[in-house]
């Protein structure tokens, strides 16, 4: 059964960059038929798509946040990870790491969630 | 790009059926038969429930079906159920450079 688990601190000062880590289990991050994703939701609102990456490292990122994420692939770890810089409040939200699947990458398998404050 | 178009709320009695739609433009829902559905119940993760337009991965109930017609998406919940109620997701793919986009979200209550 494919787990994912995301990892990194819970609490970023603004300005600073947040930075997540998603550990794969029970499938190989290498798979041809994936993408890895980025999804998060801040506290009562709803689910947006940070970015997407293969495991050759080619990567596609939400328009509004292009210019502040970074997601690479460690395919030796079966792990890939989030930077996202200069972070604010705005920022603060649950970050989901998921398995991207089929023509349209719907995500078929998720991780539980980690909750990240942005605050001083 | 713009986030799809969900109502906000709706609300089914046990054993009514219910539609929750999800519209998009002609770059993204009106172009691919290949928007998703999600279900997510409090502190939970979203659960997958549709995917390609109407298809239901392994587990899920026939009671989720899922359309499309022009701009606009639909899913339909046949039957409601009390665990049906949650927020529902609607996804859609908008091409190789932004390839996923979502709905705001819609609270399904059931009465």
């Known amino acids: 059964q494919l787990q994912l688990q995301e990892s990194g601190p819970g609490l970023v000062k603004p300005s600073e960059t947040l930075s997540l880590t998603c550990t794969v289990s029970?499938?190989?991050?290498?798979?041809?038929?994936?993408?890895w994703g980025w999804i998060r939701q801040p506290p009562g609102k709803g689910l947006e798509w940070i970015g997407s990456?293969?495991?050759?490292?080619?990567?596609y990122y939400n328009p509004s946040l292009k210019s502040r994420v970074t997601i690479s692939v460690h395919t030796s770890k079966n792990q890939f990870s989030l930077n996202l810089s200069s972070v604010s409040a705005a920022d603060t939200a649950v970050y989901y790491c998921?398995?991207?699947?089929?023509?349209?990458?719907?995500?078929?398998?998720w991780g539980q969630g980690t909750l990240v404050t942005v605050s001083s | 790009q713009s986030a799809l178009t969900q109502p906000a709320s709706v609300s089914g009695s046990p054993g009514q059926p219910i539609t929750i739609s999800c519209t998009g433009t002609?770059?993204?829902?009106?172009?691919?038969?290949?928007v998703s559905w999600y279900q997510q119940h409090p502190g939970k993760a979203p659960k997958l429930m549709i995917y390609e337009g109407s298809k239901r991965p392994s587990g899920v109930s026939n009671r989720f079906s899922g359309s499309k017609s022009g701009n606009t998406a639909s899913l339909t919940i046949s039957g409601l159920q009390a665990e049906d109620e949650a927020d529902y997701y609607c996804?859609?793919?908008?091409?190789?450079?932004?390839?996923?986009?979502f709905g705001g979200g819609t609270k399904l209550t059931v009465l």
């Open positions: 029970g499938g190989s991050i290498s798979s041809s038929a994936y993408y």
């Open positions: 990456i293969y495991h050759s490292g080619s990567a």
């Open positions: 002609s770059s993204d829902v009106g172009s691919y038969n290949l």
């Open positions: 996804c859609s793919y908008a091409g190789s450079s932004t390839p996923v986009v």
């Open positions: 998921a398995r991207l699947a089929g023509y349209g990458d719907h995500g078929d398998y």
